[in-house]
């Protein structure tokens, strides 16, 4: 894969994309490549990324309006999901795995930073931690990021499906 053209996706709302340094991310990737671009999926796109108009202008980073189909599209037709938060925001620490859930469910790699807790029940699916060094790894270790995603669906699966949720929430209507 080094060498060729990688296709990532970001997904969320306009705040969150807003709250992160995008700039050191891009760095981050271009450390390991140049040869990439940032699909990213959000409500009002033109002011989420006000201030990144230069990556937009280096066709590193392509917005799109939200919506369900834009944004399973844009996941389906990426290599990686990357899902970076800010370190230093209270918030971020409560924040719920479901992002990361769709990206494993849709077949996906997924890369994110560390920080939030619930995110730690799916780190054996998925990269948390420096991305750079989290993109280094998966282009170097294809296979195994594909048992990864694999294992990560599983797991979604067996504690995450509707089926699975369902049943917490008539077990806890009995308990009330």
């Given at each position: 894969m080094p060498g060729e053209h990688i296709r990532f996706s970001w997904y969320g709302g306009r705040k969150s994309f807003s709250l992160f340094d995008w700039d050191k991310v891009f760095n981050e990737i271009k450390t390991v490549t140049n040869n990439f671009?940032?699909?990213?999926v959000t409500n009002k796109p033109d002011r989420a990324s006000k201030r990144l108009s230069h990556l937009r202008e280096q066709k590193k980073l392509i917005m799109y309006s939200w919506s369900y189909d834009i944004?399973?599209?844009i996941v389906r037709e990426s290599d990686i999901v990357l899902l970076p938060l800010p370190q230093d925001m209270p918030l971020v620490q409560v924040?719920?795995?479901n992002r990361v859930i769709d990206g494993i469910q849709q077949g996906r790699f997924v890369l994110t930073n560390d920080g939030v807790d619930s995110y730690k029940n799916l780190n054996n699916f998925i990269h948390i931690g420096n991305i750079k060094d989290g993109l280094n790894w998966a282009l170097n270790?294809?296979?195994q990021v594909l048992e990864k995603i694999k294992l990560g669906q599983e797991y979604i699966k067996n504690n995450h499906s509707p089926e699975v949720i369902g049943k917490k929430w008539i077990e806890t209507e009995k308990l009330v």
């Open positions: 671009t940032v699909h990213a944004q399973g599209q924040k719920s795995p270790n294809k296979e």
